[in-house]
């Protein structure tokens, strides 16, 4: 499969990794939109938040247990947003489920 995020799990893509464990990886964005920008990502293979379902929910609750976490070793202790994008209209560029960690400013209150 061609899936750039899955070859960062690999390690075929290198990445600055700030969280690992045995589900999950968390890693900065190669584009930040934000001081800190961290994209976090279950191991498995999910096309977007589309397609969770009973049966992958449980990594989904992982991930979300994760980011407080990720969020706390970066220094997001006055707030951050999380943002998944899902398919054509919601600008979906990698088709494997990932969460973006946005802060270290004051976000917009504007959110599209
Ligand atoms: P999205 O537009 O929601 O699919 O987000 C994909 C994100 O992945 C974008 O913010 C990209 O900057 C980021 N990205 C793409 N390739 C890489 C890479 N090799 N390493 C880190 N981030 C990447
Ligand atoms: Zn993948």
Redesign the pocket.
Known sequence: MDC?FCK?ITGE?P?NIVYEDDQILA?????P?APVHV?VIPKQHIQSANEINEFNSPLIAKVFEAIPKIAKKCGLENGYRVIT?IGEDG????KHI?F?ILGGKKMTEKMA
Request: hydrophobic share 45%.
């Open positions: 750039i960062i893509i990445s890693f900065h964005d190669i584009a939109q994209i994008n600008c979906q560029t990698v990932h973006h």
